[in-house]
């Protein structure tokens, strides 16, 4: 576990910032988060409450870390309520924030001015989840934004973005819808893991589903049972909801983001009609007036693994959009709006153990900046396992654990010395987890950083 701030002691009396302490939520902080909590689930989730493991996926904190949150006894970090906030649309206000131990220094208001910031020296947030939009540390791929800002507002326009989990692809949908809305569009945003999984088992409760939950996106009242009908089938009538209910009730075009679309690759047969209904649209949107006001934004962290019909198939029409990871000039760029003044060879350091992954490199951006670990204590190989990334490495172990396949697959690769040649499923979910990289069937670790803490724990799964 990451030390909480007031465990570490400055090494020198001119440190830069005093360690922040913990904090946690006052009464009135808890009832202002779980009444936005519950209006999010309402409108989002059907009304259903999320599970941890679905508030960690909003959020992006780890289970442990919402924990604590809940509880209001240990502190945690600011910026890890000011996250937790965010993802509900609030600001932390200092009336819903305390601290746990207020007699342990000088004062609690002695205290809360040493931890302010000089005036106008920008804060990093929290790394987990997307980067806020106006945040000075979003990193820009500027001609993909230029693309994908053309293209959103081309009648019947369709994004479809490519990445490995924590890459980006948040951030950017985000910014796109943006700046569709600065343009005068509607925007919907629809992530498929806040799904239950009893959704997917069936593709009427599917697309009623869906229906709905972009009705309540554009605050339209459901009206299903008026345009559903058993005779026409559920792709139809789905299709009927949109053209003559939903669609001509706005006056602006609509820009639909659905993210987390590879959920739907483990139900096959589920996938095939779904994903041929947007294809569908889209091609609809050539002839017809109706659908040239839908605008599709896709987002996935794999590549396509099941088989789909090429003429059926929205993967390979629209705009194709794959983020790469940080090059070491993005990562300087980073690096300097931490305040950090890194050499080329610093900066190298870095990108050796954790590769150019965007979340891995701000999360060391983020604590260096907060003086909670220099780069030598960072790169030292015993703190890995215990260090500022352990909290996401039990993760991704927790995310093989699940998938006995996948951590036998992820142990030859991790153990090797040259790549390994993997079933294409498998290379494609160690990809999406960020724990390879492919070259053509071929994997390779994702970085140093998992090389090294999976490369013991998982050498005996085989035997397994």
Same mark, same amino acid.
């Given at each position: 576990m990451i030390p909480c701030p007031d465990e570490l002691t400055s090494s020198t009396s001119s440190s830069k910032r005093r360690r922040r302490r913990g904090v946690i939520l006052t009464?009135?902080?808890?009832?202002?988060?779980?009444?936005?909590?519950?209006?999010?689930?309402?409108?989002?989730?059907?009304?259903?409450?999320?599970?941890?493991?679905?508030?960690s996926e909003r959020t992006g904190l780890a289970v442990d870390t919402l924990m604590k949150v809940f509880a209001c006894e240990m502190g945690v970090d600011k910026q890890t309520l000011k996250a937790y906030f965010r993802s +509900? %649309?609030?600001?932390?206000e200092p009336a819903d924030y305390d601290y746990p131990d207020p007699s342990a220094d000088e004062g609690n208001a002695a205290d809360a001015n040493e931890t302010k910031e000089p005036e106008g020296e920008p804060e990093p947030d929290l790394p987990g989840g997307q980067v806020p939009l106006?945040?000075?540390?979003?990193i820009e791929r500027t001609a993909i934004e230029a693309d994908c800002y053309k293209t959103v507002l081309q009648p019947g326009g369709l994004i479809r973005i490519k990445a490995p989990r924590r890459m980006g692809k948040s951030s950017l949908m985000t910014r796109i819808l943006q700046q569709a809305a600065h343009k005068g569009c509607q925007t919907v945003s629809l992530s498929f893991q806040l799904a239950d999984k009893a959704i997917f088992k069936d593709l009427d409760h599917f697309l009623q589903w869906f229906c709905a939950n972009v009705g309540l996106g554009l605050q339209i009242p459901k009206r299903l049972?008026?345009?559903?009908?058993?005779? +026409? %089938?559920?792709?139809?009538?789905?299709?009927?909801?949109?053209?003559?209910y939903l669609l001509p009730q706005i006056s602006q075009p609509l820009v639909l983001a659905l993210d987390d679309v590879d959920r739907l690759f483990e139900y096959p047969d589920l996938a095939d009609e779904f994903f041929g209904l947007l294809r569908s649209w889209h091609e609809e949107a050539k002839n017809r007036d109706i659908w040239k006001q839908l605008r599709l934004v896709v987002a996935h962290s794999t590549e396509v693994y099941i088989p789909l019909n090429v003429n059926q198939s929205p993967f390979n029409v629209g705009l194709p959009i794959e983020l790469k990871a940080f090059t070491p000039e993005q990562v300087q760029t980073l690096a300097k709006r931490h305040g950090l003044d890194w050499d080329e060879a610093q900066t190298q350091q870095l990108m050796d153990l954790v590769g150019g992954y965007p979340y891995l490199i701000q999360l060391a951006l983020y604590h260096l900046w907060h003086q909670d670990v220099t780069l030598e204590q960072l790169l030292q190989p015993e703190a890995i396992a215990t260090g500022i990334y352990s909290e996401h490495l039990q993760r991704q172990l927790w995310n093989l654990q699940q998938s006995p396949e996948?951590?036998?697959?992820?142990?030859?690769?991790?153990s090797a010395v040259t790549p390994v040649e993997l079933n294409l499923v498998h290379a494609f979910k160690l990809q999406s987890l960020g724990l390879v990289q492919l070259q053509g069937s071929q994997a390779v670790p994702g970085c140093n950083l998992y090389a090294r803490y999976f490369g013991d724990r998982l050498r005996d799964i085989p035997a397994l």
């Open positions: 009464p009135t902080g808890f009832d202002k988060v779980q009444q936005a909590k519950t209006d999010v689930e309402f409108r989002d989730n059907g009304g259903s409450r999320y599970t941890l493991e679905a508030l +509900f %649309g609030l600001t932390l106006g945040s000075e540390f979003y049972g008026d345009y559903w009908d058993d005779l +026409f %089938g559920s792709k139809i009538s789905c299709k009927i909801y949109f053209e003559q996948l951590a036998v697959a992820f142990s030859r690769v991790a």
